[in-house]
């Protein structure tokens, strides 16, 4: 209690310098007020001490600087250079006195864990969960070169991962270095997970991970983990998420010469399938626009990605496929679904069926319940810190899903208010002083929630 003590008054003292209206932002008028009043906060005495940054940038906050070298780290799909993400997380954790775990869960695919021992190793620990790949680029999109992390004049950083996610991985880091110079102790203990793989479906990281002895020797007992920027003065949290279902259905029919009128083709039974599946789309977007109180993971979402079919102009195929990603929402009866995917195929006439090259159906709900002690812990610093949650279910996929399907409850949150949502666009970036505010509330997260106090769970 100590360390949550010190932490608090620390943090406190920060907020009094930032004077947070009722957000956690300065009070200014609009999202390009509240930015340029963060951009005062920045230029204030607590967030100039040795601010001098390595890359030869005078003034520039130590973290800032950190946050740049992580994104010029080209961990890009689909060759991520992991080795160099491996090797700067070990430099961190040799920095920060954390232990350093690597486990290989696949050949040249290694999870790195940095751990800070807590007081009470009887407890459960808190995982702090990010991933280090990015997705690819088209550079001619782009302002500046996407690894440069080029940050203009207003201090806009521009890379590929600015909010997917490596600006969450550093945050982390940061928040553990200025609680342990503060000389803090919490009794759970905090574990730092650096995983590949991750937008690529995480077959061959988080997934892994969870099975093997390394993940159950960490005694999780609760996880923090991706969200997404918010362009409102509130931060949103993802206490679930939709299941991605990547389905293929083929259809096979009467081939023929493409001059003749073929009864019965592939194309034709094709059609009748893809029909039934958008007309289900279209239900479900108007079910979502005509209701201001439901947001996208609350309903399922389904999108045509692929046609394949035909060897000529003047030929009639035998057999043509159309594939789906359907994200379906986690209150649906995945059975039941299934069956009116068959209902569908059916309905088409013979010779049509369907495989799923992914297919989840461990859906998991994180309570948000104020009896839930992570809950309370996660949502009471916020409220200490006059930030406004909005809690969603998460709209595509994270490795959030491995974790709770193993039983660990998590929370998706990425500190962004303020922003917009630009993971995977062209020209992804974040401002300096989100960055910064999402490093000072991390430090008062981590205290509440390495403090939760021993649970049932806990054994």
Same mark, same amino acid.
């Given at each position: 209690?100590?360390?949550?003590?010190?932490a608090?008054?620390?943090?406190?003292?920060?907020d009094?310098?930032?004077?947070?209206?009722a957000?956690?932002?300065?009070?200014?008028?609009?999202?390009?007020?509240?930015l340029?009043?963060l951009?005062?906060?920045?230029?204030?005495?607590?967030?100039?001490?040795?601010?001098?940054?390595s890359?030869?940038?005078?003034g520039?906050?130590p973290?800032v600087?950190l946050f740049?070298?992580?994104l010029?780290?080209?961990?890009?799909?689909?060759?991520?250079?992991?080795?160099?993400?491996?090797a700067?997380?070990?430099?961190?954790?040799?920095q920060?006195?954390?232990?350093?775990?690597?486990?290989?869960?696949?050949?040249?695919?290694?999870? %790195?864990?940095l751990?800070w021992?807590?007081?009470?190793?009887?407890?459960?620990?808190?995982?702090? $969960?990010?991933?280090?790949d990015?997705?690819?680029?088209?550079?001619?999109?782009?302002s500046?070169?996407?690894?440069?992390? *080029?940050?203009?004049?207003?201090g806009?950083i521009?890379a590929?991962?600015?909010?997917d996610?490596?600006?969450v &991985?550093i945050?982390?880091l940061?928040?553990?270095?200025r609680?342990?110079?503060?000389?803090?102790?919490f009794?759970?203990?905090?574990?730092?997970i650096f995983?590949?793989?991750?937008e690529?479906?995480?077959?061959k990281?988080?997934?892994?991970?969870?099975?093997?002895?390394?993940?159950?020797?960490l005694?999780?007992?609760f996880?923090?983990?991706?969200?997404?920027?918010n362009?409102?003065?509130?931060?949103?949290?993802?206490y679930?998420e939709?299941?991605p279902?990547?389905?293929?259905i %083929?259809s096979?029919g $009467?081939?023929?010469?493409?001059?003749? *009128?073929?009864?019965?083709?592939?194309?034709?039974?094709?059609?009748?399938?893809?029909?039934?599946i958008?007309?289900?789309?279209?239900?479900?977007r108007?079910?979502?626009q005509?209701n201001?109180?439901?947001k996208?993971?609350?309903?399922t979402?389904?999108?045509?990605?692929?046609?394949?079919?035909?060897?000529a102009? $003047?030929v009639?195929p035998?057999t043509?496929?159309?594939s789906f990603?359907?994200?379906v929402?986690?209150d649906?009866d995945?059975?039941? *679904?299934?069956?009116?995917l068959?209902?569908?195929?059916q309905?088409?006439?013979?010779?049509?069926?369907?495989?799923?090259?992914?297919?989840w159906t461990?859906?998991?709900v994180?309570?948000?319940?104020?009896?839930?002690?992570?809950w309370?812990?996660?949502?009471?610093?916020c409220?200490?810190m006059?930030?406004?949650l909005?809690?969603e279910i998460?709209?595509a996929?994270?490795?959030?899903?491995?974790?709770r399907a193993?039983?660990?409850?998590?929370?998706?949150?990425?500190?962004m $208010?303020?922003?917009?949502?630009?993971l995977h666009?062209?020209?992804?970036r974040?401002?300096?002083?989100v960055f910064?505010?999402?490093?000072?509330?991390?430090t008062?997260l981590?205290?509440?929630?390495? &403090?939760?106090?021993a649970?049932?769970?806990?054994g």
């Open positions: 209690m100590r360390g949550v003590r010190r608090a008054r620390r943090a406190q003292r920060s009094a310098e930032v004077g947070s209206s957000t956690g932002q300065p009070r200014r008028g609009g999202s390009l007020g509240a340029r009043g951009r005062f906060w920045l230029a204030g005495p607590a967030h100039q001490a040795g601010a001098m940054a890359d030869g940038l005078e520039e906050h973290s600087t740049r070298q992580y010029r780290i080209r961990t890009v799909q689909p060759e991520p250079d992991y080795g160099a993400a491996v700067f997380l070990e430099e961190r954790a040799r920060l006195g954390l232990g350093c775990q690597k486990v290989e869960v696949a050949p040249g695919y290694v999870v %790195t864990i751990t021992p807590g007081t009470n190793p009887r407890l459960s620990s808190l995982i702090l $969960n990010s991933h280090t990015v997705v690819p680029v088209f550079k001619e999109h782009w500046h070169d996407p690894f440069e992390a *080029f940050k203009d004049a207003e806009y521009y590929r991962g600015a909010q996610m490596k600006c &991985s945050q982390y940061e928040a553990v270095r609680l342990k110079a503060e000389g803090c102790h009794p759970r203990t905090i574990h730092m995983v590949p793989d991750e690529v479906g995480g077959h990281g988080m997934e892994l991970f969870v099975q093997r002895p390394e993940f159950r020797a005694k999780a007992g996880a923090l983990d991706e969200g997404l920027a362009p409102t003065d509130a931060f949103t949290v993802f679930s939709r299941s279902w990547w389905v293929r %083929t096979t $009467n081939p023929g010469h493409g001059s003749r *009128f073929v009864e019965d083709t592939a194309a034709e039974k094709l059609h009748k399938v893809v029909s039934s958008l007309t289900f789309r279209e239900k479900e108007q079910r979502l005509s201001p109180h439901l996208a993971g609350a309903v979402s389904v999108n045509l990605t692929k046609l394949e079919g035909g060897v102009y $003047n009639v035998a043509m496929s159309a990603d359907f994200r929402a986690p649906v995945l059975k039941a *679904f299934e069956e009116q068959q209902g569908w195929c309905a088409a006439g013979d010779g049509v069926t369907f495989d799923f090259a992914q297919k461990e859906p998991r994180t309570s948000t319940d104020d009896s839930d002690p992570w309370a812990a996660f949502s009471g610093a409220k200490d006059n930030l406004t909005e809690p998460f709209p996929a994270t490795d959030s899903r491995y974790l193993v039983g660990v409850p998590a929370l998706g949150f990425s500190p $208010n303020l922003t917009p949502v630009l666009d062209h020209d992804e974040l401002h300096e002083a910064l505010r999402g490093v000072d509330i991390y008062r981590l205290p509440a929630l390495a &403090s939760v106090p649970l049932p769970s806990d």
